[in-house]
């Protein structure tokens, strides 16, 4: 044991052969604190890893669990550690001062199959957690005992919690976001979110601007914009794959998601964004009248074949391919790559308007969990490669992820990439 080194990771792993698409466990290193860095391995087996003195991360804690852990969440004021596992069960754990040890408090039946989402609330002393049984439940985490649940429409892969308000956000696999309110013993429907096409892989909720993000296989992120209270709904594509992990650093108001690909993008929440348009119906070419295929009657009128419809992305109007043969980035409206628009918005696009508002890296791994520590500038990426990435990004709206930590079984290993001279240093 090392004293003095408070740094450490808790990380997880995942079992040799992930079952499927998203199902991989999760890392919920809830917050890093005092320097603090945690990860948690999991084959059926808890790790903590400390930052020893040398600068050298070593598990100081291997706890075998009796089935394999499938999600966490760590509470660094208590160091409490709650566990999913497979089998249904959440196990709590409190971690010493030195965390050189843990040891275990109490088990909860939670679900009837694999735990799929936990959130420690300290505030109410409340566990949340969702299953593969399709159940939301939550526990009293003083007394053990089930409070309440509710039926989800599909297999959740999102959990967030309002303190506040005591609103439960649950995304799942159906790609709906359900809400509801949570009273001691009972809940409430109070709405349902659907804008996504493939499910909703991750949630992340910032109480401060009360703004909810989810991120869906369908590629896109939507940020719902709850404390606006005008039903906004801004999506951000930037993407080429599954969005599979966020994280949000509210002082920055920085975004970042990870997708299947390996792509890390940081957005810019910083700026005033824009609801894509809605797409308009029309018979004929908006632009120059020609009609569209299905238009019989005018296309036999005057004598014109019928074209395809297309729809220009910043206006939203329905128009031929002839009127809308180029492609811009609308930063604003979320299109990060670029997208159809018709002539006259390519030429009323200022080079301003198509000036980035995120920036994209490549963790070269299938992210499946991220946890971001903006004071630090400090990014942890767990993959289904069963590697754990600490990436240091220099400079908060930088392009650069550099100096990478991976940790794979009981090896570490670091990758030092100088930064371009022209970043500050964290
Ligand atoms: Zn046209
Ligand atoms: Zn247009």
């Not at 650093?249 to 957005?267: K, N």
Request: proline letters at 4%.
């Amino acid at each position: 044991m090392v004293r003095g080194s408070r740094r450490l990771l808790v990380k997880e792993l995942h079992r040799d052969k992930p079952r499927g698409g998203a199902k991989v466990p999760g890392l919920r290193a809830d917050s890093l604190r005092r320097g603090n860095l945690r990860r948690l391995v999991c084959e059926g087996t808890v790790r903590v890893w400390l930052k020893r003195d040398s600068g050298q991360y070593w598990p100081s804690i291997y706890h075998a669990m009796p089935s394999p852990c499938s999600c966490m969440s760590f509470n660094p004021e208590t160091r409490r550690l709650s566990i999913g596992l497979d089998n249904g069960t959440i196990s709590e754990f409190i971690l010493s001062e030195d965390y050189n040890k843990m040891t275990p408090v109490k088990n909860y039946q939670a679900h009837q199959s694999r735990v799929t989402m936990i959130l420690f609330v300290l505030e109410l002393e409340w566990v949340l957690s969702t299953g593969q049984d399709k159940q939301f439940a939550w526990h009293c985490s003083e007394s053990g005992q089930r409070l309440g649940g509710y039926r989800t429409s599909a297999v959740a892969s999102g959990l967030q919690f309002d303190v506040e308000t005591r609103h439960v956000f649950i995304g799942d696999h159906s790609g709906q976001v359900t809400i509801l309110k949570l009273e001691q013993e009972n809940c409430t429907l109070v709405t349902t979110f659907r804008g996504h096409t493939g499910g909703v892989t991750a949630l992340c909720w910032d109480p401060v601007q009360r703004v909810l993000f989810s991120g869906s296989s369908d590629h896109s992120v939507i940020m719902w914009d709850i404390g606006g209270r005008k039903g906004t709904a801004i999506e951000l594509q930037g993407h080429n794959d599954k969005v599979q992990a966020l994280s949000y650093a509210q002082h920055t108001r920085q975004l970042i998601s990870c997708g299947g690909d390996g792509g890390i993008v940081v957005w810019n929440m910083d700026v005033e964004r824009q609801e894509t348009p809605e797409w308009l119906d029309s018979d004929s070419c908006q632009k120059c009248d020609q009609p569209f295929f299905w238009n019989f009657k005018q296309m036999w009128d005057s004598k014109k074949i019928g074209l395809r419809q297309h729809h220009c992305r910043k206006c939203g109007k329905a128009v031929c391919g002839k009127c809308s043969s180029k492609r811009s980035s609308i930063p604003l409206m979320g299109f990060e790559f670029e997208v159809r628009v018709c002539d006259s918005c390519h030429e009323a696009i200022t080079d301003e308007e198509r000036a980035p508002t995120a920036t994209f890296h490549d963790s070269k791994h299938n992210i499946v969990h991220v946890h971001f520590d903006a004071t630090r500038g400090w990014l942890l990426t767990s993959g289904t490669d069963k590697v754990i990435k600490s990436i240091v990004i220099y400079a908060l709206h930088s392009q650069c992820c550099y100096s990478h930590v991976l940790l794979r079984g009981e090896s570490w290993k670091t990758i030092s990439v100088d930064p371009p001279a022209d970043f500050l240093t964290p």
